[in-house]
Structure formats: structure tokens, C-alpha cells
């Protein structure tokens, strides 16, 4: 499965990745490759869970760039 994840740095230079479409997953990391392999760890975790509680995982976010003319 794939999932849209935000990354952000924060004021101290923290990378925080987030993922819109699973509420609550997020995960930190001092760079850019940290962060994306531990919310995949958090990912993978959120999902176990989910599934030990049988619940639905939620549909992956699709999306399109849009060009706009300015």
C-alpha cells in the first residue's frame, strides 16, 4: 500500500512526517531519511493494529498535480 506522508522541519530542525488519511500516525527524525524510515516503521504499526482490532484500514489518499495558470 502506498500513503500520501507531509514532512515538515520544525524550529529546532526536527523533521515530522505525518499521514493525513491515518489520524494520530506520525513520527520524527533528525533527517529526512530517518524520519521517512521510522513512519514507516509507524505505518506498519498503525496498520498491525488496526487489523488486530478489526478494523478497517483506510483507502490510500489519490491524488493529481494540478497545473494552474496564474
Known amino acids: 500500500m ?3 506522508v507531509t514532512i515538515q522541519q520544525d524550529e529546532d530542525g526536527v ?7 491515518l489520524p494520530g500516525c506520525l513520527s520524527q527524525g533528525r533527517t529526512r531519511s ?3 524510515e521510522n513512519i514507516k516503521e509507524a505505518i506498519g504499526a498503525y496498520l498491525e493494529s488496526l487489523n488486530a482490532h478489526s478494523e478497517p484500514i483506510p483507502s490510500p489518499i489519490s491524488e493529481e498535480i494540478v497545473e494552474v495558470a496564474l
Open 2 to 4: 502506498r500513503f500520501r
Open 34 to 36: 530517518e524520519v521517512i
Open 15 to 21: 523533521f515530522v512526517a505525518e499521514v493525513p488519511v
